[in-house]
């Protein structure tokens, strides 16, 4: 079973939806990211949470320490906004070939124009 | 803005070389990460530090080895290319800001093909 569950795994949006990705975890965390990986680039940090809710531009992201789950929602969608998203945690335990950090598999989003 | 750098950006190199990616942050972060990326295929990790002169293997280490050497430089190296090695190669940095706070920064990232 994995630790970091993603969810959908593949998501096709007409441009100007909202859209939900979901992240639950089983294991104890001390922060949560939210990456966005866009075709053959890099990845970037959009969001570090460890409680509440954070907002930036169109982009939300709430986090359920109680439930372990999270949350990135996007308003108005955008073809720009067409990338993989990843969920990753930071481990409160942690030590051998895991490392202290774990991924989703990622959620592929489309957004069509 | 990351500050977190890895050359070369793209490597096409022959079977049986001997190669070394690099990366390097200028943010002073302890904890640094090598990463392998298939296309459209999930991160999986082959080595991370956790300081100077601390290393780990991940679940895919066993043909590259990594050093530590200065806090802001942790190369890969790979002894003796082969195919299956083509890959992308990503690094990372991160820092503990408090108990519940880690600031996390990828390079650019190496596409490596072996022929």
């Known amino acids: 079973k994995n630790e970091v569950e993603q969810s959908p795994q593949n998501l096709t949006a007409q441009e100007g939806e909202f859209i939900t990705i979901n992240c639950s975890y089983s294991?104890?965390?001390?922060?949560l990211h939210w990456l966005q990986q866009h075709p053959g680039g890099g990845i970037v940090s959009l969001f570090m949470?460890?409680?509440g809710k954070k907002k930036h531009g169109r982009l939300i992201a709430t986090i359920n320490i109680q439930e372990k789950h999270s949350s990135l929602h996007i308003t108005a969608s955008h073809p720009r906004d067409s990338a993989v998203y990843i969920c990753?945690?930071?481990?409160?335990?942690?030590?051998?070939?895991?490392?202290?950090?774990?991924f989703g598999k990622g959620t592929k989003l489309s957004v069509k124009p | 803005e990351a500050d977190i750098y890895q050359t070369p950006r793209y490597l096409v190199i022959g079977t049986g070389k001997k190669i070394t990616l690099e990366c390097s942050q200028t943010?002073?972060?302890?904890?640094m990460y090598w990463y392998q990326q298939d296309p459209g295929m999930e991160l999986h990790l082959i080595h991370y530090?956790?300081?100077?002169?601390?290393?780990e293997k991940g679940d895919l280490s066993s043909e590259s080895t990594v050093s530590r050497i200065r806090t802001e430089h942790f190369p890969l190296t790979l002894e003796s290319a082969r195919p299956s090695h083509t890959s992308q190669y990503l690094c990372?940095?991160?820092?503990?800001?408090?108990?519940?706070?880690?600031?996390?920064?990828f390079g650019s990232g190496t596409q490596l093909s072996v022929l």
């Open positions: 990372a940095s991160s820092e503990s800001i408090s108990a519940l706070r880690e600031k996390l920064f």
């Open positions: 294991v104890g965390i001390s922060a």
């Open positions: 949470l460890s409680s």
């Open positions: 990753a945690v930071f481990l409160m335990n942690y030590g051998g070939s895991q490392g202290n950090l774990i």
């Open positions: 943010m002073g972060h302890d904890k």
């Open positions: 530090s956790y300081g100077v002169n601390s290393t």
